[in-house]
């Protein structure tokens, strides 16, 4: 039985490309959430500030990895103290963020969240919210990095 989780991380063409190499991810898409224009483009996201984070659509296999450990995973590749960026990448969309779309994964990300924050000396900027809304992004941002392999990227691949 898979489970889905929405993570805003920045620029969301890396945080895809590092989830669909998580063993556990059974699949990935690329979209914008929780903002209040109904299906926007790429184009009003970025110009027009619509509120929106650029997210990823995670659908995982819990028994392969639990939520916990993808949100370590998670935690591993942004810097949850930045408030709206990302790396080089500035703006709402570019804000961190764990959305959840079952009521029993919001304590356990909370308690992930509890854990994390004992390591930083500054306030987490990760917000924690149930998912509003999600519109999958334009076709040339899925699998992005797959198709343009020296496109920028905050996440560093070895």
């Not at 970025?46 to 650029?54: D, Y």
């Not at 408030?83 to 969309?93: L, M, P, T």
Request: net charge negative; with cysteine.
């Amino acid at each position: 039985m898979s489970k889905l989780i929405y993570l805003a991380g920045g620029c969301f063409w890396g945080c895809q490309k590092y989830f669909d190499l998580t063993k556990g991810v059974l699949s990935t898409e690329v979209g914008y959430a929780n903002g209040p224009t109904a299906n926007p483009t790429y184009e009003q996201v970025k110009r027009e500030h619509t509120g929106h984070a650029e997210t990823v659509k995670v659908e995982y296999d819990p028994a392969v990895i639990p939520l916990e450990t993808l949100l370590k995973k998670y935690f591993a590749v942004i810097d949850p103290t930045a408030v709206n960026h990302q790396g080089e990448d500035f703006g709402v969309q570019y804000r961190t963020g764990i959305y959840y779309v079952n009521d029993e994964d919001e304590p356990v990300a909370r308690a992930c969240l509890g854990e994390l924050a004992k390591k930083y000396d500054k306030p987490l900027a990760v917000e924690l919210k149930p998912l509003e809304n999600y519109y999958p992004a334009e076709e040339y941002h899925q699998k992005y990095l797959e198709k343009n392999p020296n496109g920028y990227c905050h996440i560093h691949f070895d």
